[in-house]
């Protein structure tokens, strides 16, 4: 579900809800976000290790224990403004990107965040790039209308989506909370 | 930038039912301005206060700066046939009048002699695609050409705003956005201000801003090109 590009950020966003272990991580993980893909071990570590070289999150002692994942993981000052810089942006409005925009929901209910300022950011980004399309379709040539039309039908979806969720999101900080 | 119509803290209520608390909005000259939000959210009503329809129990409605809820009756309904239009969701066409009549009705209520207003009504039957349809009545109309005459009638008597609730919403997608098109071009081309009530993305996509009505405030979403990343 969530792009490899935002593996490391949706980590992030799970450790600033608590410190954790990666075994934490990765449960939360494929349960939230996985929907039958779940995160491989290795790439749990790595993403990982990479987030502490880049002084993102910062590994406790190991403890007792075996295994290298015995490792409570804290988010640093960092990490939280690199994932909240993450959260409040809108997500460029591409088709077929509703699985970020869903981890980004997901995340900003579990965390308690504004979930309905970023969908009306969100819904504007949206809009804007429907109006950049619509003027694509009313002047540009056939093909040009076709791709705008494609688009368009995308956005819409999206949109749609967005309403709804909006419509629900008390519902939803429920359930995810629970 | 002139602000033609402004909601300042608009509330009303019907009955015990809040339909609007306190919703603000403003806007400009020429501007064609999309309303957007969840059914009973109160949309309708917002758009009955700003065109003097329904006076609010509370706040200010200004149009070109003057109130408009602290007019009289009969002053308000003279400033809606002069300076409004109007397109609903069902045309609302009046069905013993042919469809020339009816484009031609704000002139002749606004006491245009009816030759006169007639001559004015006729263009817009080839402006709209409507050419050959100019005595049908709104029984023999389809659905898309009926909408496309109430637009007509919208803005024959070249108002300095009209206002449209839901005015592609009995019409399909196609058909909707021929006429969202047509009635943007044509706004545009006489300076009209539109302030449109949608639910659909795709037809507020046409307006260049939008507004969010929920539980009754208004509140304007960001525009410009803001920063996008993914
Ligand atoms: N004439 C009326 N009498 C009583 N209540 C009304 C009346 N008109 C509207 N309401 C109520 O006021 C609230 C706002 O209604 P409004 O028609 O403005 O909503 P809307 O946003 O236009 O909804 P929709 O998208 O369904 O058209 C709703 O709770 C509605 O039930
Ligand atoms: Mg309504």
């Known amino acids: 579900m969530v792009s490899p590009m935002s593996v490391p950020l949706t980590l992030l966003g799970l450790l600033e809800r608590e410190p954790s272990h990666g075994y934490d991580l990765k449960r939360d993980y494929d349960s939230l976000f996985g929907r039958g893909k779940p995160l491989p071990y290795g790439q749990v570590y790595a993403t990982l290790g990479r987030l502490a070289r880049d002084g993102k999150v910062v590994a406790g002692e190991a403890e007792p224990g075996d295994g290298p994942e015995r490792k409570r993981y804290v ?30 929901v997901v995340l900003a209910l579990m965390l308690g965040r504004d979930a309905e300022e970023y969908l009306d950011t969100q819904r504007a980004a949206h809009l804007r790039r429907m109006r950049e399309l619509t003027e694509l379709r009313r002047t540009g040539a056939l093909v040009d209308a076709l791709l705008a039309d494609h688009g368009l039908f995308h956005l819409d979806a999206d949109l749609r989506w967005i309403d709804l969720t909006t419509a629900r999101l008390d519902a939803l900080a429920e359930a995810v909370r629970s | 930038m002139t602000a033609v119509i402004e909601a300042r803290d608009v509330a009303l209520a019907f009955g015990e039912t809040p339909a609007l608390r306190g919703a603000n909005l403003s806007v400009e000259a020429g501007e064609v301005l999309a309303i957007m939000g969840p059914s009973g959210s109160g949309k309708s009503t917002l758009l009955h206060c700003l065109a003097g329809i329904l006076v609010p129990d509370a706040g200010e409605v200004l149009f070109n700066g003057r109130r408009l809820d602290v007019m009289p009756e009969a002053q308000r309904s003279a400033l809606r046939r002069d300076k409004f239009g109007f397109v609903f969701q069902f045309g609302q066409l009046v069905p013993e009048l042919t469809a020339e009549e009816n484009v031609a009705l704000p002139l002749l ?92 993305p795709r037809v507020a996509a046409y307006a260049d801003r939008e507004a969010i009505v929920r539980d009754g405030q208004a509140r304007a979403l960001s525009t410009g090109a803001g920063s996008v990343a993914s």
Not at chain 1, 76 to 99: C, H, I, M, Y
Not at chain 2, 112 to 135: K, N, S, T
């Open chain 1, 75 to 104: 988010i640093t000052e960092a990490g939280v403004t690199e994932f909240e810089t993450w959260l409040k942006d809108p997500v460029a409005p591409e088709p077929n990107l509703q699985s970020v925009l869903f981890t980004k």
């Open chain 2, 109 to 200: 209520l606004n006491g245009v002699r009816r030759a006169a207003a007639l001559a004015e009504a006729r263009p817009w039957f080839a402006r709209l695609g409507l050419d050959g349809l100019e005595q049908r009545r709104s029984g023999e109309l389809s659905g898309g050409q009926a909408q496309r005459v109430a637009l007509a009638r919208g803005l024959v008597a070249r108002p300095q705003v009209l206002f449209a609730d839901e005015p592609t919403g009995a019409l399909d997608s196609l058909t909707g956005e021929q006429v969202m098109e047509l009635m943007v071009d044509a706004a545009r081309e006489q300076g009209t201000t539109v302030i449109l009530v949608t639910h659909e």
